[in-house]
């Protein structure tokens, strides 16, 4: 049996109405460790001890490192999970109670990832958390199972990081004969790598993170994410903090689950009715995860924005007097 389990796949009446379309949603944040991660994560892991592996190391900033602790776990292997300073205390206490070591290490995913790889010893197998085949045939198993229902969106709505999610979803996709369906890739302010890369017509690296939504947090979208940008109609959206932050505690109300900011950003179009949206009368939202999130922290960084946007508009304020 893999790892992950087949998850809802629901029609949100609230979503639907707030958006005035027909909305479905992929529960992909019920997977066991919290997110899609585990798909491509257990069938990368599970190749790998097939092949001998005595050990997964990896690098992440909560739900990657969550679903390679896990699959170790199930798999009764050690795992060595490195994480940036970034990464918030309660993925790190998900993380060893699922008997991972974690190392913190950088500001961003890209410092912890190169640590991680320094690590590697004989027997130990790295797990990427998004630039792998492995990966992207295993995320690829979510569309099979969307495909399997009969659903015809118009439109499928995901979040982007490093770009995993997008790979997977397109090759899914594909060997379903589902190419012409278009992706709305959806990004935070401060984490926009892919769109960023879009504009500028080839894969750009940010110089930091500054969204809250650091599972969005890579620097750079592999290549294959940026690759299939180029050959699938993918359009890309750059959503505020505020909306994300504002999107997860709305879907808590309208669905009792708690999803994190990363989520949040795509959920976002569906709440502020995105033009991104228009022409799209039956829309396919992945509530990608959010195991890492507490509505604690999340009404924190609400506050804090908007604290942040009152001084501005005092300060502007004062600027404008004469």
């Given at each position: 049996?893999?790892?992950?389990?087949?998850?809802?796949?629901?029609?949100?009446?609230?979503?639907?109405?707030?958006?005035?379309?027909?909305?479905?949603?992929?529960?992909?944040?019920?997977?066991?460790?919290?997110?899609?991660?585990?798909?491509?994560?257990?069938?990368?892991?599970?190749?790998?001890?097939?092949?001998?592996?005595?050990?997964?190391?990896?690098?992440?900033?909560?739900?990657?490192?969550?679903?390679?602790?896990?699959?170790?776990?199930?798999?009764?292997?050690?795992?060595?999970?490195?994480?940036?300073?970034?990464?918030?205390?309660?993925?790190?206490?998900?993380?060893?109670l699922e008997g991972a070591?974690?190392?913190?290490h950088g500001p961003s995913?890209?410092?912890?990832?190169?640590?991680?790889?320094?690590?590697?010893?004989?027997?130990?197998?790295?797990?990427?958390?998004?630039?792998?085949?492995?990966?992207?045939?295993?995320?690829?198993?979510?569309?099979?199972?969307?495909?399997?229902?009969?659903?015809?969106?118009?439109?499928?709505?995901?979040?982007?990081?490093?770009?995993?999610?997008?790979?997977?979803?397109?090759?899914?996709?594909?060997?379903?004969?589902?190419?012409?369906?278009?992706?709305?890739?959806?990004?935070?302010?401060?984490?926009?790598?892919?769109?960023?890369?879009?504009?500028?017509?080839?894969?750009?690296?940010?110089?930091?993170?500054?969204?809250?939504?650091?599972?969005?947090?890579?620097?750079?979208?592999?290549?294959?994410?940026?690759?299939?940008?180029?050959?699938?109609?993918?359009?890309?959206?750059?959503?505020?903090?505020?909306?994300?932050?504002?999107?997860?505690?709305?879907?808590?109300?309208?669905?009792?689950?708690?999803?994190?900011?990363?989520?949040?950003?795509?959920?976002?179009?569906?709440?502020?009715?995105?033009?991104?949206?228009?022409?799209?009368?039956?829309?396919?939202?992945?509530?990608?995860?959010?195991?890492?999130?507490?509505?604690?922290?999340?009404?924190?960084?609400?506050?804090?924005?908007?604290?942040?946007?009152?001084?501005?508009?005092?300060?502007?304020?004062?600027?404008?007097?004469?």
């Amino acid at each position: 049996m893999p790892l992950h389990i087949e998850t809802p796949l629901i029609e949100s009446r609230c979503l639907g109405l707030v958006s005035s379309r027909s909305v479905w949603l992929k529960l992909e944040a019920l997977q066991p460790p919290g997110s899609f991660k585990i798909r491509g994560i257990g069938a990368a892991c599970e190749e790998h001890r097939r092949a001998g592996a005595r050990r997964f190391v990896s690098s992440s900033g909560g739900n990657a490192g969550l679903a390679v602790a896990y699959a170790g776990r199930k798999l009764s292997l050690p795992v060595t999970v490195v994480v940036p300073r970034s990464t918030s205390a309660r993925a790190r206490q998900l993380l060893r109670l699922e008997g991972a070591e974690v190392i913190v290490h950088g500001p961003s995913w890209q410092e912890a990832n190169s640590l991680a790889l320094s690590l590697l010893a004989a027997g130990d197998a790295f797990i990427h958390p998004f630039d792998d085949p492995l990966l992207w045939r295993g995320h690829a198993t979510l569309i099979d199972e969307i495909a399997r229902c009969g659903l015809l969106p118009d439109a499928i709505v995901l979040a982007v990081g490093g770009g995993g999610l997008l790979a997977g979803v397109i090759e899914g996709l594909r060997r379903n004969h589902l190419g012409d369906i278009p992706v709305i890739a959806v990004e935070t302010a401060g984490a926009e790598s892919l769109h960023r890369s879009m504009r500028a017509g080839r894969v750009v690296e940010l110089a930091e993170i500054t969204s809250v939504a650091t599972s969005l947090g890579a620097k750079r979208v592999c290549d294959r994410a940026f690759a299939c940008s180029q050959t699938h109609p993918v359009h890309s959206v750059v959503v505020s903090d505020g909306a994300a932050l504002s999107a997860c505690q709305r879907f808590l109300a309208d669905h009792r689950l708690l999803v994190e900011p990363a989520c949040g950003a795509s959920l976002a179009l569906a709440y502020d009715r995105s033009p991104a949206l228009a022409g799209h009368a039956c829309v396919l939202f992945i509530v990608c995860g959010g195991a890492t999130a507490s509505l604690a922290r999340i009404r924190a960084w609400s506050r804090r924005l908007r604290r942040a946007d009152g001084e501005a508009r005092q300060q502007a304020g004062a600027t404008d007097e004469p």
